[in-house]
């Protein structure tokens, strides 16, 4: 039975599309066609994927219900489709990170977050559009074109991981994953309306993912309901003993948080400075979102945070030394030709500002500084943090550009003042869609103390579900 017949047309949460295929009311073969399908329709004008297995899905998804024919037990994401970010490492698929510098680089292990997909039966499809080395806010500077935004034709989608974004969007996957290095999963989920999940740096592993910034990188989901962020958190958090930065243990299942509808004995933070820096309608949108949670039962308070201007200089200073040191491997030797040579003008940014400040002259001028800042930032929105559960805002300042529009480096950078916080200070972040503004999606951001991953899930959930 094809998924439209079955679902009457209607959208089927993620949960129960799966528990529809482990009960054999719908097959993985089913679902996967039905997404193909919906794939080659529109990724020639999306472009949100760049690199499509269907045959060995195929054969994955066949496996899947072959298993659950025989009475198997099956995973967490049975026969779900998974899009992956191009800076992922699939065995045998080109892990290109949208950069000529790996354009001919053929993944020949698996990111722990794979083999973790795969270990729960997800059938991966593809890999998604981003920006290169997710070095950026639009997805335009990859090296296979831009990806449009299904919500808002024309638009940018946001970044990096905008691909991921646009194929849940788009209905041609079930559930995607991205990476957050300074906003680049919730700025795209913001700009498509989707949901996009940065959980705590630590708990999951950042093994085969090609960095961008190491101290700030955290995969993560994209769904399109918390039921997809909740079972592909369950598949990919925990210790990995190939990542050091993994916290030891498993947090407890991210699916029991999904049916949460109320929000007596929750505290929401409003911080004044991050509806005063975004757009007019962007906070009117805001608000509304803001007077739900108040309904469902949350007390909220405004608070003040003093140290909004440091953000961006202390994010893009460690993100230029961290991104200059781990591009010294791409020197034309092993993976094909020399960056300096073939990489895009803000990849080329990067690496010249990163060589030159991280010149033994220059050690306490410039990095020392950041780091300072960076444990400033900390501490005062960890103080934050301690009188409420979540701090509730927007995600993104402005409405995204349309694609082709020339911006300023400093316009783009300006898309990450709310979102670098919470890589600064490792903590969980999400996006979910508040509502539109001129016909664009505009999305609520929610950020918690670290290892508080679950509250930001049951907020979410409760919005949903009211
Ligand atoms: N836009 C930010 C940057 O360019 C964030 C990117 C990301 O999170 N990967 O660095």
Do not use: W
Request: net charge negative; proline share 4%; charged share 25%.
């Amino acid at each position: 039975m094809a998924i439209q017949e079955f679902t009457k047309g209607e959208y089927m949460k993620v949960i129960d599309k799966v528990n529809a295929i482990k009960q054999q009311e719908l097959t993985a073969t089913e679902n996967l066609e039905q997404m193909y399908e919906v794939i080659k329709e529109n990724n020639d004008s999306i472009n949100a994927f760049v690199e499509i297995d269907y045959p060995r899905a195929q054969k994955f998804a066949e496996k899947v219900d072959e298993k659950i024919k025989n009475g198997e037990k099956t995973g967490k994401l049975a026969g779900l489709v998974i899009g992956v970010k191009c800076n992922m490492n699939i065995e045998d698929y080109i892990v290109s990170a949208a950069s000529p510098t790996l354009k001919e680089y053929i993944g020949s292990y698996n990111a722990t977050v794979v083999n973790r997909v795969i270990e729960e039966d997800g059938v991966i499809i593809g890999l998604t559009n981003m920006d290169e080395f997710a070095a950026g806010s639009s997805t335009e500077t990859s090296m296979y074109g831009p990806t449009d935004n299904p919500s808002a034709p024309g638009h940018i989608p946001g970044g990096s991981s905008g691909g991921s974004a646009a194929a849940i969007a788009a209905d041609m996957c079930d559930i995607s994953l991205g990476s957050d290095t300074g906003g680049s999963i919730r700025n795209p989920a913001s700009h498509c309306g989707v949901m996009g999940f940065k959980p705590t740096y630590g708990n999951v592993s950042r093994q085969g993912l090609l960095d961008l910034s190491m101290s700030l990188d955290q995969i993560g989901p994209f769904a399109k309901d918390t039921s997809g962020i909740a079972l592909m958190l369950d598949t990919i958090t925990g210790y990995d003993p190939t990542d050091t930065t993994t916290f030891e243990g498993k947090p407890d299942d991210f699916v029991d948080d999904i049916n949460t509808d109320s929000l007596e004995n929750t505290k929401v933070g409003v911080v004044k400075e991050f509806m005063d820096v975004s757009d007019d309608k962007i906070v009117s949108q805001i608000n509304n979102s803001i007077d739900k949670l108040s309904s469902l039962g949350a007390e909220i308070t405004e608070l003040t945070f003093d140290d909004i201007d440091l953000g961006l200089p202390t994010y893009y200073l460690i993100n230029y030394v961290e991104f200059f040191s781990a591009t010294r491997k791409y020197d034309g030797r092993k993976y094909g030709e020399r960056i300096e040579e073939v990489c895009g003008p803000e990849v080329a940014r990067r690496i010249q500002i990163g060589s030159y400040i991280s010149q033994k002259e220059f050690s306490g001028k410039y990095y020392k500084k950041a780091l300072q800042a960076r444990s400033l930032i900390r501490n005062d929105f960890n103080e934050l943090l301690n009188g409420v559960d979540v701090i509730a805002g927007p995600t993104v300042p402005k409405l995204p550009h349309k694609i082709g529009e020339t911006i300023e480096p400093m316009d783009m950078y300006a898309y990450d003042v709310l979102t670098v916080i919470a890589n600064i200070t490792g903590i969980p972040a999400s996006s979910m869609n508040s509502g539109f503004v001129n016909d664009i999606p505009v999305g609520l951001q929610l950020q918690a103390k670290p290892q508080e991953d679950h509250k930001i899930l049951r907020t979410m959930s409760a919005l949903e579900n009211n």
